[in-house]
Each structure stands twice: as C-alpha cells, then as structure tokens.
C-alpha cells in the first residue's frame, strides 16, 4: 500500500478500483498491519454487534465475523456502493453470513441506535471531513458503555500511508473525540505506522 498521487474519488478512494482493492488486501500488508493481534486487541466476545466503519474490500471484515461468532453480527458500513459490491462478493465467497453490508453516507454510519458494542474504524479517520460530527454520529450508535477503536496513520514518514498532509495527528482526534464525548481509555503501541486508541461514551 505505498503512496502514490493517483486520482481520487469522492471518498478518497483511488478512481483506479481494481488498484486500491489489490493494495487492500495485498498478502504483504499482514507484516505491518499485524490483523491477528489487532482483532485480539479488540477483546470481542461471541454474540456481541459490531460496525466496521470504512471496511473496504474487507480486509478485516471476515476475522472480526469470525470473533463475534455466528450468534454476533457485524455492519460493514462504506459509502462507496462499488466498494460495497466487491465486499458483498467476498463474503458469499467465504461463506460469511454474519455480515450486513450498509451504504453508508460520509457523515452518517446509517446503523441503528444503541445497537453497538464496538466501532471500529481503520485508515479511514484521515478520510472525514466534519470529524466531530461524525464522531457523535458513530456515538448514537453504540450502546451505553460501547466502545470507539480508531486506528490511523502516524504523522511521520512511513514506507505505506497517505501523504503527510493528509494524516490526522494523534492529538487532534483525541481533542475531537473528546468533544464528541469520548473518553480514551487505553492505547496499543505494537503497529509500527499507525496509533490505535480505545475509547468509551462519557467523560
């Protein structure tokens, strides 16, 4: 996944699909993106609900319908509907049935009220443009004590990510989380490009 300065969509996806989905799910993404330990990091448990917000192709989808086990579920929320088809392949491919795709708008995860105990949202932070905003949304839908997992590019030189401009520093979401209404309460350090906080509704 290095950086390139091809055209983007309205979304921040490149124009070129068949490109950024083969970078999404390119084999050498596991050494640095490290999904076994993340979704472990997660702590989910079977039966919990869950939203994926920013899923893509899918990378994660699958290992995290796997940790919430046929009796969970979890929205796969991505307001590309090309990007939506392509997740929806995949999964019937794998035989995943635990999964609603959901077109998503840019400011809305259009998922039901207080249906959630995690959200989750991976190298797409960097892609919202009214951040607070989109924060109370993705509040709304989590349960009393859900949690919010944001995980996003490091500001720093990095042999994958976007440009630096584009990236979110650290502090600047936790200062728009903490607005949103969110609380960190724990940080993971082993990704060696990204930040990974865990955050709860309330202060």
């Known amino acids: 996944m290095a950086v390139t300065s091809a055209r983007r969509g309205r979304y921040g996806n490149p124009a070129d699909l068949a490109r950024f ?10 050494r640095w993106q490290r999904p076994g330990p993340l979704v472990r990091a997660l702590g989910l448990r079977p039966g919990q609900v869950i939203v994926e917000l920013g899923p893509g192709p899918g990378y994660f989808t699958a290992r995290l319908a796997r940790a919430v086990g046929p009796r969970g579920h979890v929205y796969a929320v991505d307001p590309e509907p090309a990007v939506l088809e392509i997740l929806r392949a995949r999964l019937t491919e794998a035989r995943v049935r635990n999964v609603t795709p959901v077109l998503g ?76 209404g969110f609380t960190c309460v724990a940080e993971h350090a082993f990704l060696p490009y990204q930040y990974f906080f865990v955050l709860r509704r309330g202060r």
């Open 21 to 30: 989905v083969t970078r999404q799910l390119h084999p050498e993404r596991a």
């Open 105 to 180: 708008r840019s400011d809305d995860p259009c998922v039901p009220a207080r249906s959630c105990e995690l959200a989750l949202i991976v190298n797409v932070y960097h892609h919202v443009s009214a951040r607070v905003a989109f924060l109370r949304r993705v509040a709304r839908v989590l349960t009393p004590r859900g949690r919010l997992v944001n995980v996003d590019w490091a500001v720093r030189e990095t042999p994958h990510g976007p440009p630096l401009a584009h990236r979110v520093p650290p502090q600047a979401f936790l200062r728009d989380a903490r607005r949103a």
